[in-house]
């Protein structure tokens, strides 16, 4: 059964930092992994897509980076600004048929301070 | 802004009785997934439809079902609410074959 664990629960930085968030997944048989941002109480924005046959994905300050045998994925920020304030929640999808189910992990809730 | 819209934004029901969300997808997204997202946690998978048909379910009772209409629009609903159904639901929507899903904002809905 896939389980995806997200590290650290909680994370407040000083605006200007450069950060990385944690995820891990214990089924490398993945198809791909998304990260989210998540605003309370709102919906899901999709951030980055990686394909498991892909190894990063960039967007902006942006970065994810996927290690498939280790079972791990990093989202890193550069230069976080008080708007990056949300969850970032990662998901994979383990391939089965024509069903895309995500399987997401409890989110890191990141504070930047002005 | 996703194109993905969900209604009710809130809803507030008593344990027992039955409720019904709804959820339009981006237009041309044939697929819709639902999912539950209970406070500090991640979302869970309720269900996936396709065209019409359901195609896939995580581990959730029978008392939730759901429908999608030939528009793609889609429903769904939860008989006999218990304390536990008290969460976030969001549904999803995409082209069937392609793997990027497009989340709505939700329906908070509280059991009381």
């Known amino acids: 059964k896939q389980e995806v664990t997200q590290i650290p629960a909680a994370l407040s930085v000083p605006e200007g930092e450069n950060l990385v968030l944690n995820c891990s997944f214990t089924?490398?048989?993945?198809?791909?992994l998304q990260w989210f941002r998540q605003d309370p109480g709102k919906g899901l924005t999709s951030l980055l897509l990686?394909?498991?046959?892909?190894r990063e994905q960039t967007s902006g300050r942006l970065n994810a980076s996927l290690d498939k045998s280790s079972g791990r994925s990093t989202l890193y920020i550069a230069a976080s600004q008080p708007g990056d304030s949300a969850t970032y929640l990662c998901a994979v999808s383990n391939y089965g048929g024509a069903t895309n189910k995500l399987i997401f992990g409890t989110g890191t809730l990141l504070a930047v301070q002005p | 802004e996703t194109g993905v819209t969900q209604s009710p934004t809130h809803l507030i029901k008593t344990r027992g009785q039955q409720v019904t969300l709804r959820c339009s997808s981006q237009?041309?997204?044939?697929?819709v997934s639902w999912y539950q997202q209970a406070l500090g946690q991640g979302p869970q998978f309720i269900f996936q439809y396709y065209r019409e048909e359901e195609n896939g379910r995580g581990n959730f009772p029978p008392r939730f079902s759901g429908l999608q209409f030939p528009n793609y629009s889609s429903e769904l609903n939860v008989n006999a609410l218990e304390l536990d159904d008290s969460a976030l639901y969001l549904c999803a929507s995409r082209v069937g074959g392609r793997h990027e899903q497009y989340f709505g904002p939700g329906t908070r809905l509280t059991v009381t």
């Open positions: 089924d490398s048989a993945i198809y791909n």
């Open positions: 990686i394909q498991s046959s892909q």
């Open positions: 237009s041309g997204h044939n697929t």
